[in-house]
């Protein structure tokens, strides 16, 4: 019994690191430019199908299409900031809940119009068969762990350029307060662009993991945007090492929840987030803390 909890405590885990790519580039868009993308499952989805396609025309694994995609995937959030975006900075919350809203409802349309409601899953080769035994009859996969891996190297490589380059230092400087970053000279329009690149790197790495991991339809979106959001919440808007131990939270709840009844699933999700929120609403991590 003991056996078989540490073993779900572990697996959990694991599923944790997914919901990390999916939260982090929540994470920075609350944190930079103050706004709750709705649209951010649903642009994890779209990167989800764009990755399907490209892998079955150039006949490659995902992994190398995706990081092939890396240098499109930053170009063009860079260009739906400015071009979309960047007008919201500053608005009311009303606005931006809106019109990411309504980009919500057109990627999710185009997708089932382009693709259909069927669902699909990438291939990741062997490297989804292959697990370690760590002893004690207890057995990781391989895939899970190199996905909970990269969500660690993704958050040290966001902390290491948020707080060691000078981009990261504009970039923060624009995050506390935008009006005094535009007096002293720092573009901030070219600065949250360039926030959202980096979202966008965030989110073909998540689309990445996600395709390879799990099946995935035009239509899931919302559900990666909930999800995403309470790691957020739960760790804290802004900290990055707190949107790990979110993400871990909720994929533990999630599997012990689902050995008492497979309804219990996405009910423990929520449970354990309103209980951590009633008690810490600021979040495990505040943003005081070094993020």
């Known amino acids: 019994m003991a056996l078989e909890l540490i073993n779900q405590i572990i697996q959990g885990a694991l599923i944790g690191g997914l919901y990390v790519l999916f939260a982090i580039g929540l994470s920075l868009s609350l944190g930079v430019m103050r706004f709750v993308n709705i649209a951010h499952g649903d642009l994890i989805v ?3 199908f764009i990755l399907m396609s490209f892998s079955a025309i150039l006949g490659l694994s995902p992994f190398i299409v995706a990081a092939l995609l ?3 995937a930053f170009l063009a959030f860079y260009a739906l900031q400015r071009l979309l975006l960047q007008r919201l900075v500053g608005t009311n919350m009303l606005g931006v809940i ?9 990627i999710q349309n185009g997708l089932l119009e382009t693709y259909g409601p069927d669902t699909r899953k990438l291939s990741g080769g062997a490297l989804e068969l292959k697990s370690i035994n760590i002893g004690g009859g207890l057995s990781i996969g391989l895939y899970p762990l190199l996905v909970f891996a990269t969500a660690v190297v993704v958050i040290f490589a966001l902390d290491r350029f948020l707080y060691r380059t000078s981009i990261g230092s504009r970039i923060r400087a624009v995050a506390d307060d ?5 007096l002293i000279g720092l573009p901030s329009a070219k600065i949250y662009g360039i926030a959202m690149g980096v979202v966008g790197l965030t989110v073909m790495s998540a689309a990445c993991c996600m395709s390879v991991w799990t099946n995935f339809d035009p239509e899931i979106g919302p559900s990666r945007l909930l999800i995403a959001f309470e790691v957020v919440v739960l760790g804290g808007l802004g900290s990055l090492w707190g949107t790990l131990v979110g993400g871990i939270i909720i994929g533990v709840a999630q599997n012990l929840g689902a050995q008492v009844d ?4 996405i009910l423990a999700q929520h449970l354990v987030f309103l209980v951590i929120l009633f008690l810490r609403p600021q979040g495990l991590f505040s943003r005081g803390s070094r993020t």
């Open 46 to 48: 779209l990167a989800s």
């Open 70 to 72: 890396m240098p499109v």
């Open 98 to 106: 809106l019109v990411t809203f309504g980009l919500a409802i057109v």
């Open 178 to 182: 935008p009006a005094a970053a535009n």
């Open 262 to 265: 497979a309804a219990w699933q």
